[in-house]
């Protein structure tokens, strides 16, 4: 199982990543989450190395999390871009490696083969310690299938967008039922979210509408993964001594729009494909 607390991704911070990543570090989280396409392995790696520097603090301590850069396909390539990431990371093990996205650019035909061929390398990660836990990032249903019929070693986490505008539902438990955890990204909506009610509600728990979702997403069993570059918010995304009511629950489930709020090709090409 996966810690059952708010986890740190580092998409879109930059050159403000190590020290984001190491603020993170310092106040308590203790799953990262990167991926080569985000440019922030080396820095996840950097503010790694700086926690642990003292002997207080063990690697093992953590959760460190990337994934295979999208378009990259065939067992060699996806070995050798697996051995990148751990140079960047300076670690000589990751927690759990994921697939990013199920279908990439020029693969709309062929992401069927190439995912299953993609799965025996991160098969034999696995098998030899390099990764401890195998997952995916997007996938439908129909995505996970391919690697379901031809796998030794099954997904056991699934990262997706979810949020209160957003709870993908069906995916959600038809993935659970497989065994998998779930990872929320974007768990706050982009800043999206917002209205009477949900004000309401928030301004109930004394907490603000990035709490309130974060909390939601902890008490659905999701792992949220918060980013930010401020100190400030950092450390407030971790301050969660609140709990939900089932009333209120029920209330911030029923505002679901199903909408996802991030608007790329490449999630336009996974529900074409």
Not at 79 to 86: A, T, V
Not at 144 to 166: A, F, M, S, W
Request: net charge negative; hydrophobic share 35%; proline share 2%.
């Amino acid at each position: 199982m996966l810690l059952s607390e708010v986890g740190f991704g580092t998409a879109d911070l930059a050159e403000d990543a190590e020290d984001a990543v190491y603020t993170a570090l310092t106040h308590g989280y203790r799953l990262i989450d990167t991926a080569r396409a985000y440019g922030s392995e080396s820095a996840v790696g950097k503010a790694l190395k700086r926690i642990c520097s003292g002997g207080v603090h063990k690697r093992e301590n953590y959760i460190i999390q990337t994934k295979l850069m999208p378009g990259v396909v065939g067992y060699e390539n996806v070995l050798n871009d697996f051995e990148q990431s751990l140079n960047n990371l300076g670690t000589d093990y990751v927690d759990v490696y994921f697939i990013h996205w199920p279908v990439n650019r020029g693969s709309e035909r062929t992401y069927h083969h190439e995912n299953v061929e993609i799965w025996k390398a991160f098969e034999h990660l696995y098998e030899t310690g390099k990764v401890k836990r195998l997952g995916v990032c997007n996938f439908l249903e129909r995505h996970l299938k391919d690697i379901l019929d031809n796998c030794r070693v099954k997904p056991t986490v699934h990262q997706l967008e979810i949020h209160p505008g957003y709870q993908q539902i069906g995916l959600v438990e038809y993935s659970q039922k497989l065994g998998m955890d779930i990872e929320a990204w974007s768990p706050m909506g982009r800043g999206e979210l917002n209205g009477e009610t949900y004000t309401d509600i928030a301004n109930r728990y004394r907490c603000n509408i990035g709490q309130l979702a974060l909390k939601w997403s902890l008490q659905k069993g999701y792992v949220p993964l918060s980013r930010s570059k401020t100190k400030e918010h950092i450390i407030n995304n971790r301050i969660l001594d609140f709990s939900i009511s089932k009333e209120d629950m029920n209330k911030i489930d029923e505002l679901n729009t199903n909408t996802n709020y991030l608007d790329i090709w490449s999630y336009r090409r996974q529900q074409m494909y």
